[in-house]
């Protein structure tokens, strides 16, 4: 969501309506998520959401979002959901400090580079300007670490991973498979050591 135009009562709900007619168009297919069974293939094996333990309902809405889509096989989406528990920066006892693989300070710069703004004009800042990580960003960072971890150590060749509170565009099948086509197509290009 664009913070800088926040949804006003009316833009709200036709954004809500929207949302929930989305659930009358036909399923979509996308060949890039091949069968469970050919583990090895060139195609997309498992998906893990990463959810909080506190947020059954958002585990909930990437179902609905997952059952609409239906993989080579025409098995939907949903038989590939792996819920990955999502670290809890609110819980008792989580000490963003203490991830060794987390570097934790960045600067403006830096968050510019993964966040660019056009509408921001760097040049009144100082972007060599250390921020510390904060306890939310830490456990965001630790739980795609983890679920990093936890593909690295699968069998599947693939995988995609998700946040919870993702909603698919009516066209993402045909724009996961050509993205995905284009990506093989360019890994078989580079030359393997």
Known sequence: MNLSRPLHGAQRLVHSLLIKCRTLLPRQRCVAFGPISEIGSSQINDIYVINLDRQPDRLTAVHCELARILDAADNPLTRRLIRHPAFDAQADGFVGSDIPELVSCY???????????????PAGFDLDRPIDISDAEAAIARSHVDVWKKIATSNSSYALVLEDDVLFDHRFGSLVDKAWGELLEATCRVPCD
Do not use: G
Not at 107 to 121: G, H, N
């Open 107 to 121: 600067t403006l710069s830096d968050q510019l580079f993964v966040e660019p703004q056009p509408q921001t004009l």
